[in-house]
């Protein structure tokens, strides 16, 4: 079967840094996502891998191993505002997303 | 504002009713999406549409149906709504079915009793 893992919860401080990791198992893989969602609002693009390596932009990076079935989300400076929930998808062989649950950032002073 | 629209934003539903669940869109946009997200799971495919005129089922199409007369518009249909239909429903749109990247409406949060 298909799944995407990423942990439920995470914590960090404010001006920190937090790394946001995600495994997957799919059929096929034509691209990882990253989106945040804001609690009881929609989820927003954030970023798009399918090559191996790291894009940044701004105070988020995002690195993909294909090979590893791995990738994570870095975010730098942490500010109060990005206290949400993360969520990473994969893009399978039939262009379909699979969703991770989600993991809940929240962001102390 | 360009972007996509749902309705109602939030409804309470007896069981057994029949529900249709708005979306528009004006960003041209060829695929449309309707998930459904509950607490602890991730997001639903309930029904697709890669272009306008056809359909196709995700991973949760039972007791769902949709239609895609146009482009703009993407309507889901709970035909005899049951209490695990209880969620939030997110409507979602994407240039094409290979483009990962999705713009979401609001969110409509239906409660069956």
Known sequence: GQNIDQPT?????EGAIVQINCTYQTSGFNGLFWYQQHAGEAPTFLSYNVLDGLEEKG?????????KGYSYLLLKELQMKDSASYLCAVMDSNYQLIWGAGTKLIIKP | IAGITQAP????????????????????????????QDLGLG?????????????GKGEVPDGYSVSRANTDDFPLTLASAVP??????????????EAGELFFGEGSRLTVL
């Open chain 2, 43 to 55: 997001l639903r495919l309930i029904h697709y549409s890669n272009t306008a005129g056809t359909t």
């Open chain 1, 59 to 67: 105070r988020f990076s995002s690195f993909l191993s294909r090979s």
């Open chain 2, 9 to 36: 934003t939030s409804q309470i539903l007896a069981a057994g009713r029949r529900m249709t669940l708005r979306c528009t869109q004006d960003m041209r946009h060829n695929a449309m999406y309707w998930y459904r």
């Open chain 2, 84 to 97: 695990s239909q209880t969620s939030v429903y997110f409507c979602a749109s994407s240039d094409s079915k």
């Open chain 1, 9 to 13: 919860e995470m914590t960090a401080t």
